[in-house]
Every structure is written in C-alpha cells, then in structure tokens.
C-alpha cells in the first residue's frame, strides 16, 4: 500500500492544526494591540511555512520565564536606591519646574528612581572623544568599574576600553564587565577577552545565547540587554547610544562612520545607573553586589537634577511609548527628533504629527541610509503624513545617524546634525514612483510585527 498520501494528508492536517493553534493564541497573548495581533493573523495564515517560523522565532516579546524570574527575584532583594542617604541631602534634592514634574513622575513610574540633584553632565564631543575620556576616568578609579556593553568590538576603540580594565584590576581596583553574548560576540570569543579574565577582570555574557535551536525554545534570541553604562567609583556614569567600538564600526563599515551621543555625569544619578548595572549583573552572575548600593551617596555639590529610565523584560509593557509620548507632548515651542529606527504605532505617530498641528516645530532626522534596508522602508512609509501635519523631515548624510535622541525646547547637538542633513519635500515624497510608495507601505504593514 502506498503511504505517501497519508503521509501528505497527515503533514497538512498537522500543519493546519498548528496554524489554528498560532491564531487562536496570538489574540491570548497580553500587550498587544489589535493591529500587531491582525498583523501576526494574516503573517501565520498568508505564509503558511515562513509565517509559523516568525512567529515561533519573534512573535512574543519573551526572554525565557526562567530569565524574567531570576530578574525579579534579583531585584526583588536589592535595596531601594531611594533610601539611601548621601552627604548632603540639600544638595540632592532635585530642582524641578513645576510644568516639568509630572514627566519625571513617568519617569519614577518606570524604574523606581526619584529625580535627584547635585550632578553635572557634559556632552562629549564624537565617539572617539567618548572612549578616550571613558579610558581616563578608568586609570583614575581607585574603587570599582562597572562596564555593560551591547556590542563591545575587539578593534581600536574596543581594545583601548579593554587594556584600561586590564591596568585598572592590576592595581587593585574590582572590574565587572558584561557584554551582551550576541552583540559582543567578536569580542567574548577573542583572545583579548580570555586575557581580561587572566587579568583580574570579572566577566559576564548577558543573556549567553548556548544552542540557538533550544534557545528558540525557550525565549527570543533577538531580544537582548541594549544598555550601554560604564559607572566608576559610584560618582562618574556615562549612557548614551554608543557602544564601545570605533565609528568605523567594521562590522557593518558601509555605513560608517557611526554617529552617536554620549553623556558623562558626575555625581550622585551615578548610583542610579549603579542600580541597573547590579540588578544585571547579579541576574547573570552568582556575585552579590548589593552592599555598594547601601553605601553613603558621595558627597557633591549643588548641580543639575537628572534620573535614570531604565527599561527591560521586569517593566511595563508600554514603559518608553508613555514617556516618549508624555515628552512629546510637553513641547511648547520646539521638538527636534534624532532616531536611525522609526517604525512607531499609532499613538506616537499621532503624538508627533500633533505636536506640529499646534505650532510647535517639530523635526525630525533619519540617517540617509540604513543598515536596515526593512526598517528604512517602513520608516519613509510615515513620511507622507508627518510632512503633510507640519514636520520637517531631514536625512543625514553624513554616515548612519545613530543617536537617539528628543529634545524640547532646547537643542544644540542635533543643529550639527541637520547641518549635514538632506531635507526632504512633502512634494518630493509626492513624487515618488509607485513602485517605491507600494514597497514601502507594503513593508510598514509589518510595521506592528517589528
């Protein structure tokens, strides 16, 4: 007896099972909007193959249950940053305008961390600016250096921060560093790595990813720890969109260079990232670090009032679009917007196309070209609507934008930005062929499946 239409009918019947399975699931599962929930409908049941892999691979925003539990156990125990004591308490307390408190209220919503006074910040100048200063303020630690790094590349810039560590554990000081285990991978599979180690230096692989076939199993290999903070001696931080490689960035040098912001403070917001930076690295590492949070804020001086927003797989689902949105709409005469990855829902693309509605002037920049040639698509799919409300739209031309950053009412990096940049025409969007415009649209009806 031939087996093979049974065979075909039985492969077919499992593989509809399984298609109904995914339908009936995806409008189960929490935080998702109805259009990400009929686009994932349409992905599983229009590609009857490719579609259930998508989904299986990046249709839930999971890291793994076992992750998001060792997570909040961790921060479950560590102590409230907020109790801590510091020098002088007058100079920590924070100098907030009342028109402004309330997006710092979001803010606390978000990580827990109250604004706090007594900092100073400086904008550095470019990327090779930033590591240079991150490298001086590494051979004068005398206490500890945290270090957390999407990408953390094994070329110049990489092997400046690398050798530091190394000088810095040969004189005593404790040196933790984690980089994310797909982002850094050139690196943690280097021999500069396995020298960091022989060194002294304390080392972690943020979310290792191990066997990729089980690991799409358990949680999303493509959702990974982004943060890029270096704390030393609990009073000098720096965050930012920068990672620790030169802006050649080799790995995808086409686009180079990489243009990106990057702040150094001082003062007591350092314990903030501090926080973060623990609540990481014990998450991954068996390594209690807990007693430096409980230690006295060092003392400071009346300064700037700052406060950290930290967001990951323990925090709300909508976190950053209700404090991007809050800023946005806090904007009374000025919004300028830098970002290389603009895929957003509904209600940030309203928020914005409104802040031009009522006057106030709102730009916007886009890197000229993309090293997502899919996000690039769906990106100038939003175009059309955003001109038509009032935004002025700009493409760098200078390398691959990649700061990401939002000011209101105040700016000055970003004119160096627009200086280099293209502007873009409502009717020169108008003018499109139709074959671009189909392309486009098409790609941002996957706009909420990214």
């Known amino acids: 007896m031939n087996q093979t239409p049974f065979l075909a009918a039985t492969l077919v019947t499992l593989h509809v099972l399984i298609q109904l399975a995914l339908v009936v699931r995806v409008p189960l599962r929490p935080h998702r909007d109805p259009a990400s929930r009929i686009a994932w409908v349409v992905v599983i049941v229009a590609l009857p193959v490719l579609g259930i892999l998508a989904y299986v691979l990046f249709g839930e925003v999971n890291i793994g249950r076992s992750r998001v539990r060792q997570m909040r156990e961790v921060l479950g125990r560590m102590p409230d940053v907020t109790a801590t004591a510091g020098a002088d308490a007058n100079n920590l307390q924070p100098d907030i305008p009342e028109r402004h408190a309330h997006l710092f209220r979001v803010g606390h919503s978000i990580s827990g961390f109250e604004p706090i006074g007594g900092n100073s910040g400086r ?7 930033t590591i240079d200063a991150m490298v001086a303020d590494i051979d004068a630690a005398r206490d ?4 957390l790094f999407y990408i953390w590349l094994p070329d110049n810039n990489g092997c400046k921060v690398a050798e530091a560590l190394k000088r810095a554990a040969a004189r005593g000081v404790t040196c933790s560093a984690m980089a994310d285990d797909l982002g850094s991978r050139l690196m943690i ?6 020298a960091m180690r022989a060194a002294g230096v304390r080392l972690a692989r943020a979310l290792p ?7 799409a199993l358990t949680g999303r290999i493509d959702l990974r720890n982004h943060r890029k903070i270096v704390v030393i001696d609990d009073r000098i931080t720096y965050c930012g969109s920068q990672n620790c490689a030169d802006p050649e960035f080799l790995v995808k040098a086409k686009y180079a260079p990489w243009v990106d912001a990057m702040m150094r403070f001082e003062g007591p917001i350092a314990r903030q990232n501090q926080h973060l930076f623990a609540g990481d690295w014990m998450a991954q590492v068996d390594d209690d670090i807990d007693d430096l949070l409980r230690r006295p804020i060092p003392a400071t001086e009346p300064g700037l009032s700052a406060q950290v927003i930290g967001t990951g797989p323990t925090v709300r689902y909508s976190a950053m679009p209700e404090m991007f949105e809050s800023l946005i709409y806090s904007a009374r005469r000025e919004l300028v917007i830098t970002t290389s990855y603009y895929v957003p829902d509904d209600p940030m693309q309203a928020a914005l196309c409104a802040s031009a509605c ?3 002037a709102t730009t916007m920049v886009f890197p000229a070209r993309n090293d997502s040639w899919i996000v690039a698509a769906a990106s100038r799919s939003y175009y059309g609507d955003l001109l038509d409300a009032g935004v002025r739209i700009f ?15 105040m700016r000055r990096r970003q004119e160096s930005y ?19 415009r189909l392309w486009n649209n098409a790609v941002a009806l996957l706009g909420p499946v990214l």
């Open 123 to 129: 904008l550095l100048e470019d990327s090779d600016t």
């Open 144 to 147: 500890h250096v945290h270090l």
């Open 189 to 194: 599979h280097s021999e500069h790595w396995q």
């Open 209 to 215: 990813i191990g066997n990729p076939l089980l690991r």
């Open 358 to 360: 009522r006057g106030v």
């Open 395 to 409: 493409e760098y031309q200078g390398g691959l934008l990649h700061t990401k950053s939002l000011t209101a009412d």
């Open 418 to 436: 627009i200086a280099k940049s293209r502007p873009v025409t409502l009717a020169a969007v108008e003018g499109w062929s139709w074959q671009r």
